[in-house]
């Protein structure tokens, strides 16, 4: 499957924006989704990740009650909704795929084997 994120952009603190990661190639089926951030200088860290077949979210504790990952099936897309974003989130953002779900979860980058290219999301204070 390739992966296409969007969605990224300058907002202000406490603002939102919704990242969208479109599949193409293939429907997710039983896929595990995820979603990805890197701010400059730092590793790649887990932020949100959902099994497409039972609609399961899992969530960072730093993004908890502040961002929602949801699909939409007719258009294969998974969605970030990201609300009271904080400077902290500045990073930029990628989505990731894997075909079979991980039991245990998938929060580490290598539990992955498709990237989409990174959308950049940066919040002013």
């Known amino acids: 499957v390739q992966l296409q994120a969007s969605g990224g952009g300058l907002v202000q603190t406490g603002g939102s924006l919704r990242l969208s990661c479109v599949g193409t190639g293939r429907t997710f089926g039983n896929y595990g989704i995820g979603w990805f951030r890197q701010a400059p200088g730092k590793e790649r860290e887990f932020v949100a990740n959902i099994r497409w077949s039972m609609n399961r979210p899992t969530y960072a504790d730093s993004v908890k009650g502040r961002f929602t990952i949801s699909r939409d099936i007719a258009k294969n897309t998974v969605y970030l909704q990201m609300n009271s974003l904080k400077p902290e989130d500045t990073a930029v953002y990628y989505c990731?795929?894997?075909?079979?779900?991980?039991?245990?979860?998938?929060?580490?980058?290598?539990?992955?084997?498709?990237w989409g290219q990174g959308t950049l999301v940066t919040v002013s204070s």
């Open positions: 990731a795929a894997r075909s079979r779900w991980l039991v245990g979860g998938m929060s580490n980058p290598a539990d992955y084997d498709s």
